[in-house]
């Protein structure tokens, strides 16, 4: 029974100099994701379904579970003197911990509540945490490219509730014990498949996709038994459920950019927010051997030039993401039997 605290520890003592900060940060992480757990398994007994009647900063609205989960998180890097900052996808501005701006050495980012078009219909919900270190204190702390992340991980809401995280060292799977309330190690370094068999992208927006996309997965979905396709659509609504699925059996998960004719719609730049999605799962992708693009970029040397930046997101198994690169760039000869690119 390795808990995820004495996982931590034994690790961090192969780490000379290490002063158990970052443990700490990462257990609390834990911790909070239990009580957000908790949150979940009683809200339709608690009447925390549903709107909460307000917006965020990306003008969505706002579940009473988002702003639950953000004031959980908010409150869990409150005490101990180790946190300066903290910015979340549900706050327009980073909350600063007063008390600890003068000996804070670490912001952390989140985004508290992933998937919450799910929460309504006991859907897949994901957090997704990345730890940073400090430089000045202030927002310009975190527009630095995804490299500078020290830990990242994500808690999966889910039939069984998951924590994957990589301190840089390997990806490491918890599994919540109920029944004694611990996050037990399950998989330790955990290995992305090569490739995979399934695909995850709202089909649904294609008219706003740029020609290569549509080529991509119009690519995937065609019959060549020899080079493995066609592949499975499997689009859960939460980017936290789509990639684990894909960390264990590969694949990938596309969210591009979408020039949607309807205006308000359009998301040139893509849906998802860099710092608290991208950034994070990418990190965690890579350290599985997997891979994490914008389509002509690592994701996680792109640079914000704002807090609540978005981008294009192509993640998963090295051969796809790849491949989808390929055909960003007009590059995708394709051999007729294998369905791979050339090389
Ligand atoms: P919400 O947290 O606002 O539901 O967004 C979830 C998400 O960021 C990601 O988890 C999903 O894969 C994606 O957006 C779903 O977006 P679409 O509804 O546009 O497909």
Not at 169 to 185: M, S
Request: aromatic share 8%.
């Amino acid at each position: 029974m390795i808990t995820l605290d004495r996982f931590i520890l034994e690790r961090e003592h192969a780490h000379p100099g290490a002063t158990g900060e970052l443990s700490m940060l990462l257990m609390r992480f834990g911790v909070a994701g239990k009580r957000i757990a908790r949150e979940l398994a009683v809200a339709g007994l608690r009447h925390t379904l549903g709107s909460a009647g307000s917006e965020n900063v990306q003008g969505e609205e706002q579940k009473k579970l988002d702003v639950i989960a953000n004031e959980i998180l908010l409150e869990t890097f409150d005490y101990g003197g180790l946190v300066v900052l903290a910015a979340s996808e549900e706050l327009e501005a980073p909350y600063v911990y007063s008390r600890n701006e003068k000996v804070g050495k670490y912001a952390v980012l989140f985004d508290p509540m992933d998937g919450s078009s799910n929460i309504d219909v006991n859907g897949t919900l994901g957090m997704i945490f990345s730890i940073r270190r400090r430089h000045d204190g202030t927002e310009d702390d975190l527009l630095r490219s995804g490299r500078e992340q020290v830990v990242a991980g994500y808690v999966l809401f889910g039939p069984s509730v998951l924590l994957a995280y990589t301190s840089g060292d390997g990806v490491h799977l918890f599994t919540l014990d109920p029944g004694i309330g611990e996050f037990l190690l399950s998989v330790e370094r955990v290995r992305m498949p090569e490739r995979g068999k399934g695909y995850a992208v709202n089909e649904g927006r294609s008219a706003g996709w740029a020609p290569e996309t549509r080529a991509f997965v119009e690519h995937l979905k065609q019959k060549d038994p020899a080079g493995g396709r066609p592949y499975s659509t499997r689009y859960s609504g939460s980017l936290v459920g789509d990639v684990h699925r894909i960390l264990l059996e590969g694949g990938i998960y596309l969210y591009p950019a979408d020039a949607s004719a309807a205006a308000g719609s359009a998301k040139p730049k893509g849906k998802l927010r860099l710092l608290y999605e991208c950034h994070p799962l990418a990190f965690i992708v890579e350290k599985a051997g997997g891979a994490a693009t914008t389509g002509t970029e690592p994701i996680l040397d792109v640079v914000p030039d704002s807090l609540h930046a978005r981008v294009p997101l192509a993640i998963g198994s090295r051969t796809e993401v790849e491949l989808y690169e390929k055909f960003v760039r007009g590059s995708n000869r394709l051999s007729p039997s294998s369905g791979r690119g050339p090389g």
